[in-house]
């Protein structure tokens, strides 16, 4: 590795080991490769040709959840989030990146064509290989474990995603943009219609992003900044060329790529670098916006004999973690269901999806996401509201596992459901 960047960014840690004592994977792993410092110290050593062995460092670094609670209790404010992201990238540079990810990332992920055509080839597949379940938690395929996906509990992908299901000349322009996110618009659509159709609500023309790229962010931890960087430019100059008002992300993790990663992505000497900002400035979350557009005050009173507790919310550890967006969430529950809505136990930890991490090692990632699960469960919650696509994904694939009759939704979704009683 010869980053200097990377080698400034190290350098801030102090190898006070705090970071230790918050890190999601280390009661997993006991082992200090697990957390920041070690990873840090591996870092420092690869940098001072001390260890040329880039796999092992390959190895080390992919054993991150990137869930950022290290990077939030760091004394000294070290961005663990950016270092093991660029140490990723250096790694990736070192070894390369298999052809299969280059395609997907380089070229699937910006082309909304090319997304399109993925998913039904996907979704073929998954008629033809995976055994349909009964699950009222809305799964509904497990793969045998001859595939290698660990039996694991997939969403039944659409038919048609939610941006193919608008009318020709439905939310084509508007002065607030709703960014979807690949995960809602092809795999949960109801979630992107739910947010659409909550979102009109405020009276804003609302206009859905249609020929959005990935927002870069699995190309990013994958260690391929340059499929990332591609993603981002093409948002960029498309959402310049839109000038809306606001664009709002159902999905926390698309909105950490738009308000922090990009600008690791687009330094201040880039050509675009005014032109994130300018976008960087009006990304806002889908709960802020609902609160701040004033939707809530148009739902009407929660229905009487509601059970306290019931409803719990999930906080991403990108969108509350990172971007401290959690309180909004929680205004707008209370407005929708009442005192159905109570804190959760556990609500902070994190649901050990990572991204990638639930592909890498699927068994840790589990266990992690089934301990949430029976958290939540323990205090009474029956339906879990969260805001980000990847915590869905993982939180229903262990409640299929764990407590089948838990339902997980999107916060968009008991928005809309509220505004049905009206
Ligand atoms: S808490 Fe921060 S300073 Fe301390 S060891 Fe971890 S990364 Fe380094
Ligand atoms: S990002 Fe999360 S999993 Fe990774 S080292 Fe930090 S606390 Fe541990
Ligand atoms: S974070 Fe996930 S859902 Fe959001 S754009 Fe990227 S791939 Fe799609």
Not at 54 to 59: F, G, N, Y
Not at 100 to 126: H, L
Not at 255 to 278: C, G, Q, W
């Amino acid at each position: 590795m010869r980053d200097d960047e990377l080698r400034a960014l190290t350098g801030a840690c102090a190898k006070c080991g705090t970071c230790r004592t918050v890190c999601t994977l280390y009661p997993e792993r006991k082992a200090e490769i697990s957390v920041a410092r070690g990873k840090i110290a591996l870092i420092d050593a690869s940098l001072e040709g001390k260890d040329t062995n880039l796999d092992a460092v390959q190895e080390a670094l992919a054993d991150c959840l990137l869930c950022g609670r290290c990077e939030r209790a760091c004394p000294n404010q070290v961005l663990v989030e950016e270092i093991i992201m660029k140490g990723r990238a250096d790694a990736a540079r070192g070894i390369g990146i298999p052809a299969w990810k280059q395609v997907v990332f380089g070229r699937v992920m910006p082309s909304p064509k090319g997304r399109e055509a993925a998913v039904s080839a996907a979704a073929a597949a998954q008629r033809l290989f995976a055994r349909e379940i009964p699950s009222a938690s809305g799964l509904h395929y497990r793969f045998p474990e001859k595939f290698g996906l660990s039996g694991r509990t997939v969403p039944k992908l659409p038919k048609k995603g939610f941006i193919a299901s608008l009318k020709p000349k439905e939310a084509v322009s508007g002065d607030v943009l709703l960014f979807v996110g690949c995960v809602f618009d092809h795999v949960f659509p109801q979630v992107g219609r739910a947010s659409y159709e909550t979102m009109k609500i405020s009276g804003s023309d609302i206009a859905v992003f249609r020929d959005a790229a990935c927002c870069g962010l699995p190309a990013m931890v994958s260690g391929d900044r340059d499929a990332s960087l591609r993603c981002a430019e093409e948002n960029i100059r498309r959402l310049r060329a839109a000038e809306p008002e606001k664009i709002v992300f159902p999905c926390g993790s698309c909105l950490l790529m738009f308000k922090r990663n990009l600008f690791s992505l687009i330094p201040e000497k880039h050509e675009l670098r005014s032109d994130a900002v300018e976008v960087s400035n009006r990304c806002v979350d889908y709960a802020g916006f609902i609160l701040g557009s004033g939707v809530v005050s148009r739902l009407p009173d929660p229905p009487e004999g509601e059970k306290v507790g019931e409803i719990g919310y999930h906080d991403p550890c990108h969108l509350t973690g990172t971007l401290g967006k959690g309180q909004e969430a929680r205004e707008v529950l209370r407005e929708a269901v009442g005192s159905s809505f109570a804190e959760m136990k556990g609500a902070d930890l994190c649901c050990g999806y990572g991204g990638t991490f639930n592909i890498r090692d699927y068994p840790t990632s589990a266990r992690i996401g089934r301990n949430k699960i029976s958290a939540a469960a323990e205090g009474g919650a029956k339906v879990v509201a969260t805001a980000c696509s990847g915590c869905i994904l993982q939180l229903r694939d262990m409640a299929a596992r764990t407590d089948p009759g838990m339902e997980i939704v999107h916060l968009a979704e008991l928005v809309a459901k509220a505004l049905s009683r009206r």
